[in-house]
């Protein structure tokens, strides 16, 4: 086991939020893991190899990120990887649920590797990804919302 740690999302496309989550998670962790789910049963608005160029433009300052697409159970890939931590953002109490949940199953199908949160900071806690992709779609300004770098990636998405 390595002291790594595995912050999974759907990141379409990373915000300002997810930012946070993974440059605390990588003041803690030799290495994290950014992994992005590729979800057969929902077509994400940007095609996973767009959202991991995003995250590796974003993580530039970073020297301990992995940014990687997985398929398949979560704690498969995090035993593949030989991680035994999950990370998880919480931003509000609704976050709270689905995640608390996720995490008791997590647990139950695989006791040896634990989820933690990072509470968002609040100046980021309104954030998210769905926000982000109305906005652009509606050629509102979302450049609050997410890191400069990734601005025209996003504009170029919903020309
Ligand atoms: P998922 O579809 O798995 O929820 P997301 O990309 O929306 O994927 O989120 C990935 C993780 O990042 C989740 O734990 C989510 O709660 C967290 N997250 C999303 N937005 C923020 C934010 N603004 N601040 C902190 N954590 C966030």
Known sequence: ????????????????????????????????????????????????????????????????????????????????????VIIRGLRAVSDFEAEFQMSHINLQIAPDIETLFLSTLPKYSYISSSMVRELAYFKGDFSYFVPECIVEDIKQQYK
């Open 1 to 84: 086991m390595n002291n790594s740690c595995v912050y999974p999302g759907s990141f379409d496309p990373i915000t300002y939020g997810h930012l946070d989550i993974i440059t605390r998670s990588a003041k803690i962790f030799d290495k994290v893991y950014v992994a992005i789910l590729n979800n057969t049963q929902k077509k994400g608005a940007f095609p996973t190899e767009k959202r991991v160029e995003m995250i590796q433009k974003s993580c530039k300052h970073l020297d301990n990120i992995v940014i990687e697409v997985f398929d398949g159970l979560l704690v498969d890939y995090v035993r593949k990887v030989k991680s035994n």
